[in-house]
């Protein structure tokens, strides 16, 4: 997946990621491997983000703009804090204690590398019902905002875009994160993409500008970078002859360009994702075939 290494949403997706591999906490760990383990001490997984994460083989920070500080530093810095009891929801806060510091889910959830809970990255708790209560924690005393992430980053899903989840884009140019999509800074001729279309997988108002995120990686659009403005469609159904027009497969794979020459029967379609039988048995994007 893309990441928006300045977007306080993206730190949740990152972090719960980050959950799901391999990883061990270590006090002093920023997220390096170790054997194929990542090490995290409670503030390094946050800062790991903001650093713009590592390679696997552990090489320097690809972008060491934010200062390196403890969660007391931070949470010092911070000009929009209050106590644990007057949490907004929004996920993506900080929630603090002294010594320690977590990442806020939402519905009183909160994703933390820590020793307290299997030495390692969990999800706990300190309100709501959860059917297991030995990952209840009380003692944070405080939330704040992040100094060096975006809270005007947020996931919207109440119809205010002009194309929904799941939608097949064609797009003129992209971006690499969010921000640059609602900024226009930074962007990326199709051209120079493999592919010049994508099915939306994420929507987001950052400052009130709509931002899609293509194929959960691929890149960020938005409205004005869509070509014609509309999206692909298709009305290819399995067992139409159908001829590719791009010799890239769904995955990315160059094929030779006699495959452009002749006309394939479709034997299978999931969304955007159709394969083409008789012999090439390959899956192209909905928008690379036609009749």
């Known amino acids: 997946m893309a990441y928006d290494y300045t977007s306080a949403s993206d730190l949740v997706s990152w972090c719960k990621e980050?959950?799901?591999?391999?990883?061990?906490?270590?006090?002093g760990g920023?997220?390096?491997?170790?054997?194929?383990?990542?090490?995290?001490?409670?503030?390094?997984l946050i800062k790991c983000f903001m650093w713009h994460d590592y390679s696997e083989k552990n090489a320097s920070y690809y972008n060491k703009e934010v200062p390196d500080k403890n969660e007391t530093g931070f949470f010092n810095e911070a000009?929009?804090?209050?106590?644990?009891?007057?949490?907004?929801?929004?996920?993506?806060?900080?929630?603090?204690?002294?010594?320690?510091?977590?990442?806020?889910?939402?519905?009183?959830e909160v994703i933390e590398a820590t020793a307290a809970f299997d030495k390692k990255i969990v999800i706990t708790y300190f309100k709501g019902n959860h059917p297991d209560?030995?990952?209840?924690?009380?003692?944070?005393?405080?939330w704040f905002k992040m100094p060096y992430l975006n809270y005007d980053v947020q996931e919207e899903t109440n119809g205010e875009f002009a194309h929904t989840l799941?939608?097949?884009?064609?797009?003129?140019?992209?971006?690499?994160?969010?921000?640059?999509?609602?900024?226009?800074?930074?962007?990326?001729?199709?051209?120079?993409?493999?592919?010049?279309?994508g099915k939306i997988t994420r929507c987001l108002k950052v400052n009130g500008i709509s931002a899609y995120l293509l194929d959960d990686g691929l890149c960020w659009v938005n409205d004005g970078d869509i070509a014609g403005g509309s999206t692909v469609s298709s009305e290819i159904k399995v067992g139409d002859k159908v001829t590719p027009t791009s010799r890239y497969s769904y995955e990315g794979v160059q094929l030779i360009a006699d495959v452009l020459n002749h006309k394939?029967?479709?034997?299978?379609?999931?969304?955007?994702?159709?394969?083409?039988?008789?012999?090439?048995?390959?899956?192209?994007?909905?928008?690379?075939?036609?009749k």
């Open 18 to 27: 980050q959950k799901n591999k391999a990883n061990a906490y270590r006090l």
């Open 30 to 44: 920023i997220g390096r491997y170790e054997n194929g383990v990542r090490i995290f001490d409670c503030v390094g």
């Open 79 to 108: 000009t929009e804090k209050g106590s644990i009891d007057t949490i907004p929801e929004i996920p993506g806060l900080m929630v603090y204690q002294p010594g320690h510091i977590g990442v806020y889910l939402g519905n009183g």
């Open 264 to 290: 394939y029967s479709v034997i299978e379609i999931r969304g955007d994702r159709v394969v083409l039988g008789d012999g090439l048995n390959t899956a192209f994007h909905s928008k690379d075939i036609r």
């Open 166 to 197: 799941g939608e097949t884009l064609r797009f003129t140019t992209c971006y690499r994160s969010s921000t640059d999509a609602a900024t226009i800074k930074n962007y990326i001729p199709a051209s120079q993409m493999l592919r010049d279309s």
């Open 133 to 142: 209560t030995s990952y209840k924690r009380t003692t944070w005393t405080h």
